[in-house]
């Protein structure tokens, strides 16, 4: 049994901050990248970030790249997704999954299939 656990959630005003955290448990050895999916409603689940658990060598989509940073500790299993300058499109449900297989690791395009485990989500509500 694994368990993704988000916390950090809530609402905020354009151009406010952020910062949703990710504990993991279970066999967090085997977990080779961490990513950040989001999900407003009516649309498709889509690629925030990702971040390689043993080397912390990150990517971001473009349309968060430069405003969103993801970091993570390895003292306490966990990882963070620091967003900053936050616009009404960033509105969305945001999910943490763990990729066991490397599948993501060797995708130019990352998407939710190549992820294994995922986290319940927590809302991200940004108003103008």
């Known amino acids: 049994q694994v368990q993704l656990v988000e916390s950090g959630g809530g609402s905020v005003q354009a151009g406010g901050s952020l910062r949703l955290s990710c504990r993991s448990s279970g066999r967090t050895f085997s977990y080779l990248a961490m990513g950040w999916f989001r999900q407003a409603p009516g649309k498709e689940r889509e690629f925030v970030g990702s971040i390689r658990w043993s080397s912390g060598s990150t990517d971001y989509a473009d349309s968060v790249k430069g405003r969103f940073t993801i970091s993570r500790d390895n003292a306490r299993n966990t990882v963070y997704l620091q967003m900053n300058s936050l616009k009404p499109e960033d509105t969305a449900v945001y999910y943490c999954?763990?990729?066991?297989?490397?599948?993501?690791?060797?995708?130019?395009?990352?998407?939710?299939?190549?992820?294994?485990?995922w986290g319940q989500g927590t809302q991200v509500t940004v108003s103008s």
């Open positions: 999954a763990a990729d066991v297989s490397g599948a993501s690791l060797f995708a130019k395009v990352e998407v939710p299939t190549q992820y294994d485990y």
